[in-house]
């Protein structure tokens, strides 16, 4: 092999191994809180009334949720690694035809995911549609909520259907170089649909209209002006026609970039704690979090591409699959996957605790507004119905944000630090 031809193969690996150590790079210099926080006592958020309801709202779903987490694992396993899962695949890849093989890997992992929607289909239905109902969170009957379900995954299925099969071309092409190609295919995606996701996505899910003059807007064109970050559009979105949660959310990149408040919010909150949301929101901005968020996630796109090459060698050495574009190896890469995605939560969660933690602190600094940051806290608390003291496996799986008792303690430690100077 020449040495030309040695470099030409390395490149890519070099390649990846730079994005994951960029975005290694790029977590390490991530603004931070610069001050621990001890969270308040639970009673003193909203009462000893209000922490008693949110325990016995929040602990049942605990369990729930963890039962939900789990089946996909228990299908996908049994599906990729039991004699019959495979007879399975192989009994679909017989009826399509072997002369077939993409149609094949398709089809397979969309009867996968499908399965896997019907198993967990009960728990999240108990938890999303029963309990928020019996708590007087749901707005709407069992059409709406079982149409918002399904498009929530169908994005995820047609990427299923399609990437599946885009994948075995590439392995097939590029039988060596097919991890970091991969990787950076994801990582490209990624980018791509949180440049579109406030064109193609968030339509699906809620229907905007413009936020109309008033206190309200007045309220966010302070905030926006102050922290320098212009945006397309300032947005209402049409929560209150599926839940009485409140929220808001920045999206986009470039000038796709839009302020988009739940009109829950706006009903539930005084424009000061409006105003407060929007501030915590474009402190994210300012923080580059969003390039950030991509930028980990294209490195963790190319570190599951490795990940998935070794499980799929080892499978193929064992005799679970004939190779990498074996439609049985769709069925264990799509394992692998959840498998990872599981058992990465409580870093992931714990790294986004941390971004949450810093936008709030960048948020006081940038409206010296504690009172109004302690105010909005408590109105989300009570629209959310959050646990001022959720167990700690909980928080360690599932919170990407600090608890309302924390949030609290930041707000009160900011004004320590700046006596004088709160609004």
């Known amino acids: 092999m020449s040495r030309g031809s040695a470099v030409r193969r390395a490149f890519p690996h070099a390649a990846a191994l730079a994005l994951v150590a960029l975005a290694v790079a790029a977590e390490c210099t991530r603004p931070l809180a610069p001050v621990a926080v001890t969270p308040v006592a639970p009673h003193a958020v909203l009462g000893a009334a209000f922490a008693a309801r949110a325990r016995s709202y929040h602990d049942p779903r605990a369990l729930v949720a963890l039962t939900a987490m789990l089946i996909p694992l228990f ?59 019996a ?41 060596r170089a097919w991890p970091p190609l991969l990787g950076f295919a994801a990582a490209v995606l990624t980018a791509l ?8 996505l968030e339509p699906l899910w809620l229907r905007t209209q413009p936020l109309p003059p008033g206190p309200d807007r007045a309220a966010v064109e302070r905030v926006i002006a102050a922290a320098d970050a212009p945006v397309d559009r300032i947005l209402v979105g049409d929560e209150s026609r599926r839940s009485t949660r409140a929220n808001a959310y920045v999206s986009g990149l470039g000038g796709t970039r839009r302020v988009v408040l739940y009109d829950t919010l706006l009903d539930e909150a005084s424009p000061r704690e409006v105003a407060m949301v929007v501030a915590h929101e474009f402190a994210h901005d300012r923080h580059r979090d969003l390039w950030r968020g991509v930028l980990t996630a294209g490195a963790a796109s ?48 714990a790294l986004s605790r941390r971004a949450e933690a810093a936008a709030d602190w960048a948020a006081l600094d940038l409206t010296a507004d504690p009172e109004g ?33 924390e949030r609290l303690a930041a707000a009160a430690a900011w004004e320590r630090l700046h006596p004088g100077t709160a609004r």
């Open 302 to 349: 190319v570190a599951l591409a490795y990940a998935l090459a070794l499980v799929l060698r080892l499978g193929a050495a064992a005799g679970v699959i004939r190779g990498p574009a074996d439609p049985r190896a769709a069925v264990l890469a799509m394992f692998v996957l959840i498998a990872l995605a599981a058992t990465t939560l409580p870093v992931q969660s």
């Open 75 to 133: 299908v996908t396993g049994w599906w990729a690694l039991s004699r019959r899962g495979r007879a399975l695949t192989g009994r679909i890849e017989r009826r399509l035809g072997a002369h077939r093989p993409l149609r094949a890997v398709a089809l397979t992992g969309l009867a996968l995911a499908v399965a896997i929607d019907l198993a967990v289909l009960a728990p999240t239905w108990w938890a999303g549609y029963v309990q928020d109902g």
């Open 373 to 405: 940051f302690a105010a909005m806290q408590r109105t989300l608390a009570r629209s959310h119905l959050s646990d001022p003291a959720p167990p700690r496996w909980v928080r360690t799986l599932w919170f990407s944000h600090p608890g309302v008792a």
């Open 135 to 175: 708590y007087g969170f749901r707005t709407q009957g069992a059409a709406g909520w079982l149409r918002d379900w399904v498009v929530a995954r169908a994005p995820s299925r047609l990427a299923v259907v399609v990437g599946l099969p885009l994948a075995v071309v590439v392995i097939r092409r590029a039988p």
């Open 193 to 200: 649909l949180t440049l579109a996701a406030p064109l193609l």
